[in-house]
């Protein structure tokens, strides 16, 4: 003991030696101990290592273990030094007399103080500080530490073993010890392994073949025992002996026996140093045969079970350089490629090495040969064989219940739902006789996602409590791991850490897939789609997240991309009903960036997708994203640019649709609008057709033909030759109707709605105390009211006015108003439109931007439970907005310099709005220049920048409208071809640019404005 308190300054252990003096005077001192906090460097613990504390316990209650040791304050310095150690100990005392009142201090050392020094230095203290000062040295601390009931303390802190503390057994040991033991780990509780490591320790240096030879049988023991961790930190050190002792090729084999048995089951970097000292002694070490292969392959496993994007290159040639040798160990290794192929779905690799995998089968045995079976009948959809061997009990049964479980889920991907389930439940059935209680609770919640996607749903949530129950009644899982991955992989990815959430990630997944724990599997495919979508991986992620029908998930990707096409087309084919809907979905918000080579065969696909949809042979449960109404918004992007015989098709579906009972709403809706605008513009012949259908839904009820006049209201302006006769007849009794032709700048053949919007306008407001009525569609009755004469539009207009300076009327009401004006703003007399401007420039200004009541909805805390938000009110924007359609050409510089004022604090909506004012300011005044709004992060602002560009021909920049015309958002190349074929001169080299765009709206646009400057110039000629 003595020996090993001197070694503790050659470990920096004082802290050690702290717990040692604390313990050890807690034993035979005082058990009032408190241990002191503060720097050290700086004196924050005033040189005290612990000290007692008064306690008042025992003088109330007899035979407590807490005694007040007479009121004494009693202080403990513990120190490591040999060097001038009086020095040392003097130098404390006096640190520790600088704080509170001290009446015995305790001087602890781990080397020797002779006898004589130890007086003096007691005397000095009585004369310096009236102190009693006790010195314990190194020989004084181990003899009390031998005594039986103090053994303990140099068993834990010294790593004494327990053969030379107490000679005996565990099993005759004490409960305490044998408490500390088990607490110390596994190697002190089996009896046996501390005597063989401790030989093996003291073998390192000098026998290491010997010492390795122990380490391997420690590591034996211990896995055999259950503890596969410390079995792995005994394994290595044999490795590390085998490299002393020269036997290269032994210490590789054994790290890559290391690497095949954690790489796959284990946690994300249990095998990590492992795999860095095999692979020094492959660049190193002259390895031999089968050594070397060996070494390459497992370091290819474990390369390939980190690699991020799933690339299984290196694993598969190990596969095949193992093959060739016809190694034992080919079984592990076609089993780690096969498994991760399938997970990452790449099952080419496996069909190009089905002779290696079928050796691979052939040489393993137990599970190892079923997984490998299973894998081959994933590829090859060659069930039949290894199923009827499990539905007759010719394998174990919890094999059986593993094959079962895998063709349940191979039955539900190709859309077998009914026989999935079946298949299901007889894994479950027999996995319960195996015992695999984890495992059959993870298939029965696949049987409840099995239902939540196919139905029917009155039956999918019965399977949760007995999943739960299976939980609960015991049992374990087939392929057990240690470390949850899915948690792991949450927690790397909140810390942003996101090579490790990934690694873990791609972990949980393959253990979901090869365990056929379909819940599990999805949950681990939107945990990496969310890792990949952080970091980039944006077609990665979209693939992941149409593999687990998120259709949400891929629409705030999708919403977020500029013109990068993420292409989902071969899930639009997926039996999976969920995983179609993804894929629709998807295609659809990209309709703009289809090639248009892929157009007719994706509408295809989407055509068929609907029309089974409309006769009810699609089966999906009513929880799930529809595949059906996801392939019409599919159709509805794309009709446009597909054949004649599409569009008519689709029309034939869409045709029934059309009617319906007033008030009735179909989820179709805005698709269906939105295809007939595409149709209109898309097919002059089926044009008609298509008109024919929105003038039905414009004669409906207000719902239905208001949101045809919001999605389809430009198509219908610019079709005026279709509906003008038909709309004049519905605008007698259609307010729709009548604001349609007032677009189309066509006289209202009766002005009865007209006349019915402007009493509505004119209706004086009032609310009941302590309520609140937001005002709506304001701005689409003041569009009627501009048909009516003037002084029914000067009227109108001072109401408007009135609501929008009146301060105690909510915001939202005032800029509806404000909107309304604006509407109104084109029809009214210069001296109105003065005044309207003076009042917009206020506005626009912020001078009217108080209000002293916002309604109810005021901001919350994030975690109320209930919370409405009708987001942000910007009275500025819609002052300027009504200011530049109101402002003359001299006035024009004002508003566009509080705009450009507004755009530099202001966030993007507010930004985007006056983007949009400003473009209506007239284009030749003098106006901020174009190349000063270019490099605005905004694209609205560039936008503004592109507009402004194409409207003045005589202050274009070359290089200027090229970066436009390059711009990385999609609104600024529209609103440049868009603007250009209005522009008197539209440059038509950088429109010939611009017809090659990436999306297909671009280049629709400039075809059209090339087309109108070719018919121009032919006109001139």
Same mark, same amino acid.
Request: include cysteine; aromatic fraction near 6%; proline fraction near 4%.
């Given at each position: ?67 007040n ?65 006790e ?75 010997h ?94 079970? /980190?690699?991020?994007?799933? +690339?299984?290159?290196? @694993? #598969?040639?190990?596969? $095949?350089?193992? *093959? %060739?040798?016809k ?60 199923v ?35 298949? /299901?439940?007889?894994?479950? +059935?027999?996995?319960? @006789? #195996?015992?695999?209680? $984890?495992?059959? *609770? %993870?298939?029965l ?24 129950a ?67 991986e ?52 990209q ?34 994203p ?6 019409l ?69 207000a ?6 006049a ?14 003008a ?14 604001r ?11 002005i ?20 609140i ?95 409405i ?73 560039r ?37 250009l ?41």
């Amino acid at each position: 003991m003595h020996e090993a308190l001197l070694r503790l300054s050659g470990r920096n252990g004082h802290h050690t030696f702290e717990d040692i003096c604390r313990e050890f005077a807690r034993a035979r001192i005082t058990r009032n101990l408190v241990p002191a906090t503060g720097p050290v460097s700086s004196g924050g613990d005033q040189g005290r290592d612990f000290e007692s504390f008064r306690s008042f316990i025992r003088d109330r209650l007899p035979g407590a273990q807490i005694s007040n040791d007479s009121g004494k304050m009693i202080v403990f310095a513990c120190t490591l030094q040999r060097k001038d150690l009086p020095g040392k100990i003097k130098s404390d005392v006096a640190t520790v007399m600088t704080g509170r009142q001290v009446d015995s201090v305790y001087a602890f050392t781990a080397h020797d103080v002779n006898t004589a020094t130890r007086h003096d230095l007691q005397a000095w203290a009585q004369r310096e500080y009236d102190l009693d000062l006790e010195i314990l040295d190194g020989y004084a601390i181990a003899e009390r530490l031998s005594d039986p009931d103090l053994r303990w303390i140099a068993h834990r802190y010294l790593g004494l073993s327990r053969a030379l503390l107490f000679g005996q057994f565990p099993d005759t040991i004490d409960s305490t010890i044998r408490a500390d033991a088990l607490a110390r780990g596994p190697v002190e509780a089996i009896p046996g392994l501390a005597e063989k490591l401790y030989q093996a320790t003291a073998d390192e240096a000098d026998k290491p073949l010997h010492a390795a030879e122990l380490f391997h049988e420690i590591a034996m023991s211990l896995r055999e025992a259950g503890y596969r961790g410390h079995a792995l930190l005994m394994l290595t050190r044999a490795g590390a002996a085998l490299e002393a002792s020269g036997d290269c090729d032994s210490a590789a084999i054994l790290y890559a026996d290391i690497i095949e048995q954690y790489a796959h089951t284990e946690g994300p970097d249990e095998d990590t140093g492992v795999y860095h000292r095999l692979s020094q002694l492959a660049h190193t070490a002259r390895l031999g045969s089968p050594a070397k292969e060996r070494a390459a392959a497992a370091l290819a496993v474990h390369s390939a079970a /980190w690699h991020a994007l799933d +690339n299984l290159t290196a @694993l #598969a040639a190990a596969v $095949d350089a193992l *093959a %060739e040798l016809k190694d034992d160990h080919l079984s592990k290794y076609a089993l780690a490629l096969g498994e991760a192929a399938i997970a990452s779905e790449q099952p080419d690799l496996i069909l190009t090495r089905l002779p290696a995998f079928s050796a691979a089968a052939d040489r393993a045995t137990g599970l190892l040969r079923t997984r490998i079976n299973l894998v081959i009948a994933e590829v090859t959809e060659s069930w039949q064989d290894i199923v009827v061997s499990a539905q007759r009990r010719r394998l174990p049964p919890p094999e059986a219940a593993l094959i079962l479980a895998r063709y349940a889920r191979h039955l539900m991907l190709t859309g077998a739902a009914d026989a999935a389930v079946q298949m /299901w439940w007889d894994a479950i +059935n027999a996995g319960t @006789l #195996a015992g695999l209680g $984890d495992d059959t *609770a %993870e298939w029965l919640y696949a049987v409840r996602t099995c239902m939540s996607i196919y139905g029917p749903d009155e039956e999918w949530t019965e399977t949760h409590p007995l999943a739960q129950a299976m939980r609960a009644s015991g049992g374990t899982a087939l392929l057990a791991q240690r470390r949850n991955h899915i948690e792991d992989a949450a927690t790397a990815l909140r810390r942003q850490k996101y090579a490790r959430a990934a690694h873990a990630a791609r972990r949980a997944l393959r253990s979901a897939v090869t365990s056929a724990h379909f819940a599990s599997e999805q949950f681990a495919l939107d945990l990496l789609a969310e890792i990949y979508a952080e970091t980039g991986e944006h077609a990665r992620a979209a693939s992941l997240y149409a593999r687990s029908g998120q259709t949400e998930a891929i629409k705030k990707l999708a919403g977020g991309m500029e013109d990068d096409y993420l292409d989902l087309t071969p899930y639009l084919t997926s039996l999976v009903p969920d995983q179609r809907a993804a894929g629709f979905t998807g295609m659809a918000l990209q309709g703009d960036l289809v090639p248009d080579e892929q157009v007719t065969s994706l509408l295809a696909i989407a055509l068929d997708e609907w029309e089974r949809y409309c006769s009810g042979r699609i089966r999906q449960s009513q929880m799930g994203p529809s595949a059906g109404m996801a392939a019409l918004k599919l159709l509805a992007s794309l009709i446009e640019r597909g054949t004649a015989a599409q569009a008519s098709r689709l029309l034939d579906t869409l045709d029934p649709l059309v009617e319906r009972k007033s008030g009735t709403y179909r989820f179709c809706d805005e698709a269906h609008v939105k295809a007939l605008a595409g149709i209109l513009y898309g097919d002059e012949d089926l044009a008609k057709r298509a008109a024919g259908q929105l003038v039905h839904m414009i004669g409906l009820d207000a719902s239905i033909s208001q949101q045809v006049a919001t999605l389809a209201g430009v198509a219908i302006t610019e079709h005026a030759d279709l509906f003008a006769a038909e709309l004049q007849t519905l605008a007698r009794d259609s307010a729709t109707a009548a604001r349609l032709l007032v677009r189309m700048d066509i006289e209202l053949p009766d002005i009865t709605v007209a006349l019915q919007a402007r009493d509505s306008l004119l209706t004086p407001y009032a609310t009941l105390p302590g309520c609140i009525a937001y005002a709506s569609g304001l701005g689409l009755q003041a569009c009627l009211v501009t048909a009516l004469p003037e002084k029914d539009r000067e009227e109108v207009t001072a109401a408007l006015v009135r609501r929008a300076q009146d301060r105690q009327e909510v915001a939202r009401n005032r800029r509806e108003a404000m909107v309304a004006l604006a509407a109104l703003a084109g029809s009214l007399s210069s001296p109105t439109r003065d005044r309207l401007f003076e009042m917009a420039i206020r506005f626009a200004k912020g001078e009217e931007n108080s209000t002293a009541y916002d309604g109810p909805f005021t901001p919350t805390h994030p975690l109320s439970l209930f919370r409405i938000d009708l987001g942000k009110t910007n009275l500025a924007a819609c002052g300027l907005q009504l200011a530049s359609i109101t402002c003359r050409i001299d006035q024009a510089p004002q508003v566009d310099a509080i705009g450009i004022s507004l755009m530099s604090s202001a966030d993007d909506p507010t930004v985007q709005a006056v983007a949009r004012a400003l473009c209506w300011l007239p284009a030749n005044s003098a106006l901020t220049s174009p190349a000063l709004l270019i490099g605005h992060p905004n694209p609205a602002v560039r936008a503004l920048a592109a507009y402004r560009w194409a409207k003045l021909p005589e202050q274009r920049d070359e290089q200027i409208g090229q970066r436009l015309a390059h711009d990385k958002a999609a609104i600024v190349r529209r609103t440049l071809a868009d603007t250009l074929g209005e522009a008197d001169a539209p440059a038509p080299e950088l429109l010939h640019s611009l017809v090659k765009d990436r999306r297909y709206s671009v280049r629709r646009l400039a075809r059209r404005a090339l087309a109108v400057h070719d018919h121009d110039a032919g006109n001139e000629r």
